[in-house]
């Protein structure tokens, strides 16, 4: 196991905008640091399409000068953090990692860039990702797949690839990716880091390309819980420009961490997520069943649930997403098709041969999931399950159909609008991480939060660094 | 779950489905994207089997002007 290590680009966010608070560290230096370490690995990693080294360090500048001055914009200030490639940045390239977007220069920033800006954070790049958010690895791609820092052979997992790389790696200290069935918890789990995806409306999906409108999430992807809760703290609330988010308060997203989680009642379905299935790999499962354990330790209250019409989750995801993405992009699929990858161009072409109907009756089944969900957690104030149903794969080995064909235990929140937190929660045989994922009630972000903060100081998976 | 081996539709039905959406696809990749379409078949088949009796739909429509 890789020893625990105490250097400038591996602090978390919570831990720098401390020092920077205090005067005792300089954003110029933390910057620098990050982009030292973005020299140093990215050749291996692959996390970026687009590196800012000189906009950030002029951000970083601004900061010190601002901090210097006491006007102190909050726990962001001064902190590196990096874009998956399809968050509109004004001026500034945003591909969505497609030839079909190779040019694109957006005239506006996303929402959510906005909010980071104003809270002081220095965007340092714009990630690698899976094309459009979908698909798999594509080595014929002009952008070359981000590998997984704790070992360069396996994948990252997706589509949220290069922000899981590079926020493990400590290339960066937070990250912004963007999740339609995983793509944010998906490599987190992978990668050994944490991925929130907020309720659906939490967060403004203004300026960020579009998957399937009413299935896509932001959210952030950080090395700790704290740092999530602070990174979602900045870009959460109502925005005039995404008619779907919510004017439901924003609340501190840290002021319940810390706090036990004695008699948190916690429902585990292990109808879907833990029974044997040889799509679903044991190493994981015993790996999360130690993660239970741990949660009873700290006092919560372990249920058995069973979810009505969880069955249906699957297909109501994967024809929503089709018939969405293809209304997206069907004006470049029949213009410039050959502009879009393999793997992506036949995921959006499927849209086309589905009928409305299809669409109306997964849109219609999509009240029965989320009916069945809200009886599971009747009694109960959180899920748990696996992250994923297999480690991080070798890119050989990488199985694109398994990704539609087999178990997902993330796509069912992304139709039922669920918060859902990935957290590491240790490790295989192989050293590959293994996530752990914390279900809120819609707009409960603070209880999921709290049990995963509570876990992860108690599990101290965190602390660890891969070997890169 | 679907398998190659189950495709869903014959190929001449296919290629008509695909005519009729646009897609100006060759041979090779009316080929390729038949198993696909079958795996998705399956999924909406499953969705159409559901009595949902007056279930209404997950989205609705905002009849404010700011929306």
Not at chain 1, 9 to 17: D, R
Not at chain 1, 38 to 56: M, Q
Not at chain 2, 27 to 55: I, K, M
């Amino acid at each position: 196991m890789p020893d625990i290590v105490d250097e400038l680009h591996y602090l978390t966010a919570q831990e720098a905008g401390d020092r920077i608070r205090r005067g005792e560290l300089s954003p110029v230096e933390l910057v620098q640091a990050s982009l030292d370490r973005i020299e140093a690995t990215e050749d291996r990693l692959h996390s970026f399409i687009t590196l800012l080294k000189g906009e950030a360090l002029e951000q970083a500048r601004m900061a010190e000068a601002e901090i210097s001055k006491g006007d102190y914009r909050g726990p962001m200030h001064g902190i590196p953090y990096g874009l998956k490639d399809l968050y509109d940045t004004a001026g500034i390239r945003t591909t969505a990692a497609s030839k079909v977007d190779f040019d694109r220069v957006p005239e506006e920033d996303a929402t959510v860039v906005t909010r980071l800006r104003e809270a002081g954070a220095v965007l340092v790049g714009k990630l690698v990702m899976h094309e459009y958010a979908t698909g798999a690895p594509d080595f014929t791609s002009p952008f070359q797949p981000a590998r997984n820092p704790w070992n360069l052979e396996h994948a990252t997992g997706g589509s949220s690839s290069g922000s899981g790389s590079a926020v493990s790696a400590g290339q960066v200290m937070g990250a912004l990716g963007s999740c339609t069935g995983g793509s944010i918890r998906g490599p987190a789990s992978l990668c050994g880091i944490v991925g929130l995806k907020p309720t659906y409306g939490r967060v403004s999906r203004h300026g960020v390309v579009t998957l399937s409108w009413s299935q896509d999430h932001c959210g952030p992807m950080t090395r700790t819980v704290w740092d999530a809760a602070v990174m979602l703290l900045a870009i959460a609330g109502r925005d005039p420009k995404d008619p779907t988010t919510s004017a439901a308060p924003v609340p501190d997203y840290t002021s319940s961490l810390g706090e036990d989680i004695k008699g948190l009642r916690i429902g585990v379905p292990r109808h879907y997520f833990f029974e044997p299935n040889p799509d679903i790999n044991p190493e994981v499962v015993a790996v999360v069943e130690k993660g239970l354990g741990a949660l009873q330790e700290l006092g919560a209250i372990l249920e058995e649930v069973t979810v009505p019409n969880l069955e249906y989750a699957r297909a109501v995801n994967a024809i929503i997403m089709a018939g969405e993405s293809y209304a997206f992009h069907e004006r470049n699929l029949k213009t410039r098709p050959n502009d879009f990858g393999e793997a992506v161009r036949s995921r959006f072409r499927i849209g086309a041969l589905l009928s409305a109907g299809d669409y109306v009756q997964a849109q219609r089944c999509r009240q029965l999931v989320k009916r069945g969900f809200a009886e599971a957690m009747a009694k109960v104030d959180l899920l748990v399950t696996p992250t994923t149903a297999y480690p991080a794969p070798r890119f050989e080995d990488y199985d694109t159909a398994f990704t539609l064909r087999g178990p997902s235990f993330t796509a069912p929140f992304n139709v039922t609008g669920l918060p859902a937190i990935s957290i590491p929660c240790g490790f295989t045989e192989a050293g590959l991480p293994v996530g752990m994922q914390l279900v809120g009630k819609p707009f409960d972000e603070p209880t999921a939060l709290r049990a995963a903060y509570a876990y992860e100081q108690h599990a101290g998976w965190s602390q660890l660094r891969p070997p890169i | 779950m679907s398998t190659a081996e189950n495709e869903g539709v014959s190929p001449e039905v296919f290629r008509q489905m695909a005519e009729r959406a646009g897609l100006g696809l060759t041979e090779e990749e009316l080929e390729r994207l038949r198993p696909l379409y079958g795996l998705y078949l399956e999924f909406a088949n499953q969705l159409h089997a559901v009595d949902l009796q007056a279930e209404e739909i997950a989205l609705a429509f905002q009849p404010d002007w700011q929306s």
